[in-house]
């Protein structure tokens, strides 16, 4: 029997972190509703659910930003609690304040925290201002008409970013003084289209850079933990594909730099509940990158080596519970590798895919979080992301061959996947010995690119599984299988 102060809890969003969080509610005792689009009605968090809501809106995306339907299905489920996943809404400031004022308690960081980090200018000055390395810059709101010549003082190469917003969209890579310009313009018309802020900054671009964030869990009293780093710099577009811990990058020593300057940031934020501090990590040295006030899609692997379910620790801190454990608790035991399984096709330039799933068979012996089932169709309403897969072993080189046998066995038809890439990359030289970087990938586009081979056997595996139930029917009826003669499989 639970003893928090809840006995419901809304999930204000959708997918594979919907049924995640489900599962965790259900380990709790605690009761689980949900608000959903009818494009989601067939989607297992839906099916898993005690209650489920339907909202509306003009797109699905739209229904699941909108503050009153969702405090409404709070209300109508009787919820306590509410939990905002990843995405959608679950770094908007006005939106937990809301939520709070409605008299539901929001799983997540304070507001006053969400609008601090989420703001990656006044963030990043933040950072600065308490003694933390971040990347030189320039900011264009500090003095508008001599940002391009300031950015120019930064030097070459320089990255464009966007001050609201994230998952990569807006930035660009600028090399010369030529091609500033139209990039600014450029990433202003995404950043106001999509965030409704055109403000921007650039920074320093960092050759050969890595991807490091440290997971972080506060509560109210001012306790403050790391849960080790994750490795996520293989990424297309400036968005994860495989993320793992602990980072082959990392020497013990850099290690425990890293994750005590995440501990410093989130302590000098006074930040509760669960969170990342992303870093930049070139030549030995990391700068601060941003942080993220909500749990992350890479979550898993942080779970499979330190045996802690973040999400319960995120219904405790919020209900307003000390921690209960310490730093000294927290052991990092063997590694962890997940994969982003998306509906894309990666020879196609990573153009999104849709379809309906006809056959659908996870691999067994791993960890699969996974939003999507058989029968169900993929929409381009969504970011393509639809299950993680999520492997631990006791050394790197067998995290990696175990991913690699997973990704393999996967089976998804209906829907073009990324898988095929997954498993090259886990092949591969480069990604075995640890030495790759964020251009990885562009630096190796054969990964990406299909052939005759991969395509043909695809089809093959494709024939084989659709005729199943022709030949189990065969087998089951004589007469069957004599009408169908020498014809096998």
Not at 58 to 82: C, E, H
Not at 386 to 405: C, G
């Amino acid at each position: 029997m639970h003893t928090l102060p809840f006995d419901t809890v809304l999930i204000a969003n959708r997918g594979e972190i919907a049924a995640r969080i489900i599962r965790t509610l259900r380990n709790l005792g605690l009761r689980s509703a949900i608000a959903y689009h009818e494009v989601d009605a067939l989607t297992p968090a839906v099916s898993m659910a005690d209650l489920a809501i339907p909202i509306s809106g003009r797109t699905p995306v739209a229904s699941y930003l909108d503050f009153a339907q969702i405090i409404a299905a709070a209300r109508k489920a009787s919820a306590g609690a509410l939990h905002p996943g990843y995405g959608l809404l679950s770094e908007n400031a006005e939106f937990a304040r809301a939520v709070i004022e409605a008299g539901i308690t929001f799983i997540g960081p304070a507001p006053e925290a969400i609008e601090l980090m989420g703001d990656k200018i006044r963030a990043r000055n933040f950072v600065q201002r308490n003694g933390f390395p971040v990347v030189p810059c320039a900011i264009e709101e500090d003095e508008p008409t001599t940002f391009v010549s300031r950015a120019q003082a930064v030097g070459f190469p320089l990255l464009v970013k966007l001050s609201a917003g994230g998952g990569g969209k807006g930035m660009r890579i600028v090399r010369d003084l030529g091609a500033l310009e139209a990039a600014i313009e450029q990433a202003r018309s995404e950043a106001r289209r999509y965030f409704g802020d055109g403000r921007l900054y650039v920074e320093r671009y960092l050759e050969i850079p890595r991807h490091i964030e440290v997971q972080v869990l506060g509560d109210a009293f001012g306790n403050l933990v790391h849960l080790f780093e994750r490795e996520c710099s293989v990424q297309r577009r400036f968005q994860k594909i495989i993320e793992e811990t602990p980072s082959p990058a990392l020497s013990p020593e850099l290690r425990k730099r890293i994750c005590e300057a995440a501990v410093g940031i989130a302590r000098a934020a006074q930040y509760q509940n669960v969170g990342t501090v992303e870093f930049i990590l070139s030549e030995g040295a990391f700068y601060f990158l941003e942080m993220n006030t909500r749990l992350q899609v890479e979550h898993p692997v942080t779970e499979m080596i330190t045996g802690v379910d973040l999400i319960a620790e995120q219904v405790y801190a919020a209900a307003g519970r000390a921690l209960s454990l310490s730093q000294s608790d927290i052991v990092s035991n063997g590694h962890a590798i997940e994969l982003r399984l998306y509906a894309e096709a990666p020879e196609r330039g990573y153009v999104p895919t849709t379809g309906k799933v006809l056959l659908l068979e996870f691999p067994d012996g791993v960890r699969i979080d996974s939003g999507i089932m058989q029968g169900q169709h993929i929409t381009p309403a969504f970011d393509p992301m639809l299950a993680k897969i999520i492997v631990h072993a006791p050394s790197r080189i067998e995290a990696a061959l175990k991913a690699h046998r997973a990704v393999r066995e996967l089976v998804l038809l209906g829907c073009e996947t990324n898988a095929s890439l997954l498993a090259r990359i886990l092949a591969d030289e480069t990604f075995l010995g640890g030495q790759f970087h964020t251009g990885y990938l562009e630096e190796n586009p054969h990964l990406a690119a299909d052939n005759f081979a991969t395509g043909l056997c695809a089809f093959l595996a494709s024939a084989a599984l659709l005729t199943r139930p022709v030949r189990a029917s065969a087998d089951a009826v004589p007469e069957l299988h004599a009408a169908l003669g020498s014809w096998r499989n």
